[in-house]
Nanobody
Framework: QVQLVESGGGLVPAGGSLRLSCAAS????????MGWFRQAPGKEREFVAAITWSGGSTYYADSVNGRFTISRDSAKNTVYLQMNSLKPEDTAVYYCAGTEYYSDYVTIVAPFDRTSEYYYWGQGTQVTVSS
């Protein structure tokens, strides 16, 4: 059984920083890319950032590019999201997600920004940015 467990969310003032972590566990875990998505109340889940396990190629939503940094530690099966210069509009539940390594049913392709590409999901962690 594969599990993704997020941590690091919380309350921070505008302009502050937070670092989210996502640890993947499970003997059968094998993934091509990992992503972070977020969902604010009343809104659809949206792409934030993604990274490939091999090569570490990164992709960002325009709204966070230059402020957020995604990284991975392959030895620990862990992905991070460093969030700087946070704004109130960054307030949301942040979800970690992983694609399968290969799928017969969905095309997994850069920039990995579609929820349908992801097979594994974490439970989410709340990030609240106060103005």
């Amino acid at each position: 059984q594969v599990q993704l467990v997020e941590s690091g969310g919380g309350l921070v003032p505008a302009g502050g920083s937070l670092r989210l972590s996502c640890a993947a566990s499970g003997r059968t875990f094998k993934s091509y890319a990992m992503g972070w998505f977020r969902q604010a109340p009343g809104k659809e889940r949206e792409f934030v950032a993604a990274i490939t396990w091999s090569g570490g190629s990164t992709y960002y939503a325009d709204s966070v590019n230059g402020r957020f940094t995604i990284s991975r530690d392959s030895a620990k099966n862990t992905v991070y999201l460093q969030m700087n210069s946070l704004k109130p509009e960054d307030t949301a539940v942040y979800y970690c997600a992983g694609t399968e390594y290969y799928s017969d049913y969905v095309t997994i392709v850069a920039p990995f920004d579609r929820t349908s590409e992801y097979y594994y999901w974490g439970q989410g962690t709340q990030v609240t940015v106060s103005s």
